[in-house]
C-alpha cells in the first residue's frame, strides 16, 4: 500500500474515533478505530511517528474542531488567524500520538526470547501510548482533552476508574484495539486461533470485572444536600455591554427567587462585572434573596483583590449564605487551573492579545489548598470548568468533601460537541472519587452525576431553566483516591522497562 494511501486511512481512522466520545458515546467503536492505526503502522520504522501524527490530525480536528468557531464568533481574530491558531494547535496535540507510534515502532522491532509470550508485547505498547497521554495532560499546563479513557464512560469499562482512573481506561481500551489488530492479522494470515482465543478471554474479563465493580460502594452515604442549578442561556457576545449585565443579574435574581435548595448555583462568570465594583444595592439583593430563601448562593463572578503591593483578578465562585452579614460575601473560590489564550497569555503569546481580545486575560491562578463550600457539616468541592479535566487536582479536591460541584461556560461554544464531552469527563471524576458531580452552565450541560457516572437529571441545550434535585452526600475513598495515577504509570514504565532487559539478554 503506498504511504499517502496510509496516511489518509490513519487521518480516516482518527476522525472516525471522534463518534466514540459524547455525544455520540460509540464507545465500542473506539478499539476499531486504534486496532486500525496499529495495523497500518505494522513494521513502519520509518513512518511510525507521521502515521501517528495523522491519526492524531484527524482524531483532534473531528473531536475538537469546536474550537475554530469559538475563537472566530468570539473575538476579532478572523478566520484565517484563527485557521492558523487551529492547525498549531492540531500539529502540537498529533505529536503526542505520533511519538507513542514511534516508540512502539522500535519497541516492537525489539528481538525477544521465544518464550516471551505476545500478550507481554501488547501490554507494553499500551504502556507507551498510555504514558504519551499521561504527558499531554501534564506538559505546559497539560490538555488532557479526548484522552482515550475518556470514551468509556459509558461502557462497561467505565468503573474500572474507580482503581486506575481515566488513564487505566486509556491502556485498557489501546490493549483491546492490540490484541483486536492481532486478530485481525491471524485472520489474513491463517497462523491459528491462538490470538483470537486469548482476545476473547480478555474482553471477556475485563468487561465482567467493570460490570462487577459496578455494584461495589466505595464511598458511604453520609446524608442529602438539595440543589439549584441556574442555566441562564445569556449570549455571549453581549455578555459584557450594560445590557447584557442587566439581563443577566435579572435573569439570575429570577431564577433563584423562588429556590427551596439549601445550595443555588449560577455558572461560570454569570455576573459579568468584577464583584467589588458591583452597587451596594445589587449586594444587598443577592443577600435579601439568600435570606429570604434560606439558601446559600454561589456567584459566578471576576474578583480584583490586592495581594501586598499587586492587584489581582481570579475567575472565582462567591457564596453568600443566609446568614450573611456586613461582609461583601461569605466564601469564595478562586480557579487554580487556568486556560491558555483564555484566561492569560503564556510567556511570549502577548501578541496575540489584540487578536484574541483582553476579556479576562489577565487572570491569576487561585492558590493551591482551598478550603472546600462549607455549609454547617456539608462539604462542596468546587471547580471551575476547565479544571475538571485535571483528574488529580479534582482528586485533591474531593479529599475533603462530600461532593463534588463545577460551574462553566461553554457558550462559546454554544451549538457544539464541546458541553457534552465536558459532561462525559465529569462523569469520570464522578466515578474516580465515588462523589456526586453537579455541574452548572450557562447554555448547557447543566446536569447531576451520581457516583457511578450516571446522569440523573440533565437540562436542555440553549433553554434557560433550574434544575432541582438532591444529591448525595458520601464519605470514604474509593482506590485511586489513595493511589492517584502512581500504580499505574510505575507499571507501564515497569512492563518497558522489563521488555528491554529481555530483549538485551
Not at 488513564?167 to 486478530?183: D, G, M, N, P, R
Not at 434535585?469 to 502512581?486: E, I, R, S
Amino acid at each position: 500500500m503506498p504511504h499517502y494511501v496510509k496516511y489518509l486511512l490513519c487521518i480516516l481512522f482518527g476522525g472516525l474515533m471522534a463518534v466514540a466520545y459524547a455525544p455520540f458515546n460509540a464507545w465500542w467503536f473506539q478499539p476499531f478505530c486504534l486496532a486500525g492505526l496499529f495495523l497500518l503502522v505494522d513494521n513502519e520504522k520509518r513512518t511510525g511517528f507521521i502515521l501517528g501524527a495523522c491519526f492524531g490530525i484527524g482524531w483532534f480536528g473531528a473531536g475538537m474542531w469546536w474550537v475554530l468557531p469559538g475563537m472566530v464568533n468570539y473575538s476579532k481574530i478572523g478566520w484565517f488567524n484563527a485557521g492558523a491558531l487551529y492547525v498549531a494547535l492540531l500539529l502540537y496535540l498529533s505529536l503526542f500520538p505520533g511519538l507513542a507510534i514511534a516508540i512502539i515502532v522500535h519497541f516492537r522491532s525489539l528481538t525477544l526470547p521465544s518464550r516471551v509470550p505476545s500478550w507481554m508485547m501488547w501490554g507494553g505498547c499500551a504502556a507507551i501510548w498510555t504514558l504519551f497521554e499521561w504527558l499531554r495532560g501534564n506538559i505546559f499546563t497539560g490538555l488532557p482533552w479526548l484522552l482515550t479513557g475518556y470514551a468509556q464512560s459509558s461502557g462497561p469499562l467505565a468503573s474500572l476508574a474507580s482503581l486506575g482512573g481515566v488513564l487505566s481506561l486509556s491502556y485498557l481500551a489501546t490493549l483491546i484495539a492490540i490484541i483486536l489488530a492481532a486478530v485481525i492479522n491471524e485472520f489474513e494470515k491463517k497462523t491459528g486461533t491462538k490470538n483470537r482465543n486469548l482476545a476473547l478471554i480478555v474482553v471477556v474479563v475485563l468487561c465482567l470485572t467493570g460490570m462487577a465493580l459496578e455494584q461495589i460502594e466505595w464511598t458511604q452515604k453520609s446524608g442529602k444536600l438539595s440543589v439549584r442549578l441556574m442555566q441562564g442561556n445569556l449570549s455571549q457576545l453581549e455578555k459584557f455591554s450594560n445590557d447584557g449585565l442587566r439581563q443577566a443579574i435579572l435573569t439570575y435574581a429570577n431564577l433563584a427567587s423562588d429556590s427551596n435548595a439549601e445550595l443555588t448555583v449560577m455558572p461560570e462568570t454569570a455576573i459579568p462585572l468584577e464583584w467589588n465594583s458591583q452597587p451596594s444595592q445589587l449586594l444587598e439583593m443577592w443577600k435579601e434573596i439568600a435570606k429570604a430563601r434560606n439558601t446559600t448562593l454561589l456567584i459566578g463572578s471576576v474578583v480584583s483583590h490586592f495581594e501586598g503591593q499587586r492587584n489581582l483578578t481570579t475567575n472565582s465562585a462567591i457564596a453568600i449564605m443566609p446568614t450573611s452579614s456586613h461582609h461583601s460575601y461569605n466564601y469564595r473560590y478562586d480557579k487554580q487551573h487556568l486556560i491558555p489564550l483564555g484566561e492569560f497569555y503564556p510567556t511570549g503569546t502577548n501578541w496575540l492579545m489584540h487578536l484574541l481580545g483582553p476579556n479576562f486575560s489577565s487572570l491569576t491562578p487561585g492558590v493551591a489548598d482551598q478550603s472546600p463550600l462549607q455549609l454547617q457539616e456539608k462539604k462542596i468541592g468546587v471547580s471551575i470548568c476547565f479544571e475538571d479535566l485535571f483528574d488529580t487536582e479534582i482528586l485533591h479536591r474531593a479529599k475533603d468533601a462530600h461532593m463534588l460541584l463545577s460551574m462553566s461556560n461553554f457558550a462559546w461554544f454554544n451549538g457544539t460537541a464541546a458541553p457534552d464531552q465536558h459532561l462525559q469527563i465529569a462523569q469520570l471524576r464522578a466515578i474516580e472519587t465515588g462523589r456526586w458531580v453537579v455541574q452548572a452552565a450557562n447554555f448547557g450541560r447543566t446536569a447531576i452525576v451520581d457516583q457511578h457516572g450516571r446522569i440523573r437529571m440533565k437540562l436542555d441545550e440553549n433553554a434557560m431553566g433550574v434544575l432541582d434535585g438532591n444529591v448525595d452526600l458520601v464519605v470514604g475513598k474509593t482506590p485511586f483516591m489513595y493511589f492517584g495515577n502512581w500504580p499505574l504509570l510505575f507499571l507501564c514504565v515497569g512492563q518497558i522497562a522489563f521488555m528491554r532487559y529481555l530483549s538485551l539478554r
